[in-house]
Every structure is written in structure tokens, then in C-alpha cells.
């Protein structure tokens, strides 16, 4: 079946505009993660939606960044006002969750948006 | 809370030789514990995920970890290494929280 998609694969963009990435996730996967990579840094953890759950928020790194998600499925990265600093590769995932539960269920990547602030 | 340690930015192995990449963890309840793959211009690939049964994982394309509990160590291996296997490698554990990943590691092999 088809896995995670995102779009675009690449947005290049004027330092103060705003951006939107969207992901849109395996189908019946009721999680949702965003991360963000930048050059030597790892993945760093953005937002995670679950199911009707009000999202964690706790990785965001300023008020710039939000996201939402919608019916449950395609989920929007907005970066408003963007800085040079905002340049990476957002990674958006999926996977199967269980409101309160802890399992071990694996997450299945998008490609990535790869996102240059000039 | 939960936290990763990759030690080694980059390892460098000879085509055949073995391969070992590794991570320790700290989680504050049972952990799951994840490697992931990631070649140039891709997505995270599941490679393997410890799930509290067996401590030796085996996944896919020939490479396994081991739990240690006593180590708080997840450490992955490879007998033989092949060119293909040049990637970043991410360890990640999960408690009660989302993914938490390392830095990863970049593999290079060399004919």
C-alpha cells in the first residue's frame, strides 16, 4: 500500500515568508509525528498527534511553527516568518497508537521536505 | 525522560569486515529501543525494534542488535559489511513518550 507522502520535496523561500509542509499518512495510522533535521544535529522532535487527542506540542521551538491536522489524516507544518535558521529537512511520520497506550509501535517515514530559507 | 547516545559520528569499514554501530540509552520505565536507516535523499527505514522478548534482534539485511539491560546498550552489528550498507544510522527508544532519536552515525564502507 502507499506509505507517508509529503509535499513539497523541496521549498526554497525568502527569509520572513511563511510556509506550509504537509504530510498526509498511511491510511488507519491514528499517529503522527513531525521532526526536523538539520546537517549533524539528528532528528529533533517537533509535534505528535494522536488520534482526538489534544497534540504534544513540546518540541516546537517557537511560536513560528505550528501544525494542525485535519480529520484525522493530512496534517499541515505551518513556519511563519521564516528565518535561515528554520533551514532542514522536516520528516513527517505515521503509525498505529493507542490513545494512553505505550506499545511499540513503529513509526513509518515520509521522504522529507527539504526546506532553504534565503 | 528518555536519551540517546550514538558514540561515533562516523564509522569507516572495510567491505566484508564487521560492522558494529552503537547506542546507549537511558529511559526512566522499560524501554522500546529502534535502529532506523536512512540513505542519501530518503526517508527512516525500520532496520530492527526490541520490543521486550527476545534481547537479540534479528532485522533486516543481515543486521541484529542485542539488548543489555545491565549496559543500557543496543548496539548494532553486522558480520559482514557490503557497500550498500552505506547510510546514516539513527538509534531511537521509546517510553512513555514519542520517539526520542540520536545523532545518528554515517556509515561508510570502503572496497
Known amino acids: 500500500g502507499a506509505g507517508v507522502s509529503q509535499s513539497p520535496s523541496n521549498k526554497v523561500t525568502e527569509k520572513g515568508k511563511d510556509v506550509e509542509l504537509r504530510c498526509d499518512p498511511i491510511s488507519g495510522h491514528t499517529a503522527l509525528y513531525w521532526y526536523r533535521q538539520s546537517l549533524g544535529q539528528g532528528l529533533e522532535f517537533l509535534i505528535y498527534f494522536q488520534g482526538n487527542s489534544a497534540p504534544d506540542k513540546s518540541g516546537l521551538p517557537s511560536d513560528r511553527f505550528s501544525a494542525e491536522r485535519t480529520g484525522g489524516s493530512v496534517s499541515t507544518l505551518t513556519i511563519q516568518r521564516t528565518q535561515q535558521e528554520d533551514s532542514a529537512v522536516y520528516l513527517c511520520?505515521?503509525?498505529?497508537?493507542?490513545?494512553?497506550?505505550?506499545?511499540?509501535?513503529?513509526?513509518?517515514f515520509g521522504p522529507g521536505t527539504r526546506l532553504t530559507v534565503t | 525522560a528518555q536519551s540517546v547516545t550514538q558514540l561515533g559520528s562516523h564509522v569507516s569499514v572495510s567491505e566484508g569486515a564487521l560492522v558494529l554501530l552503537r547506542c546507549n540509552y537511558s529511559?526512566?520505565?522499560?524501554?522500546?529501543l529502534f535502529w532506523y536507516v536512512q540513505y542519501p535523499n530518503q526517508g527512516l527505514q525500520l532496520l530492527l525494534k526490541y520490543t521486550s522478548a527476545a534481547t537479540l534482534v534479528k532485522g533486516i539485511n543481515g543486521f541484529e542488535a542485542e539488548f543489555k539491560k545491565s549496559e543500557t546498550s543496543f548496539h548494532l552489528t553486522k558480520p559482514s559489511a557490503h557497500m550498500s550498507d552505506a547510510a546514516e544510522y539513527f538509534c531511537?527508544?521509546?517510553?512513555?513518550?514519542?520517539?526520542?532519536f540520536g545523532k545518528g552515525t554515517r556509515l561508510s564502507v570502503i572496497a
Open positions: 531511537a527508544v521509546k517510553g512513555n513518550t514519542p520517539l526520542v
Open positions: 511520520a505515521s503509525s498505529f497508537g493507542q490513545t494512553g497506550g505505550r506499545g511499540p509501535y513503529e513509526q513509518y
Open positions: 529511559s526512566s520505565v522499560p524501554p522500546y
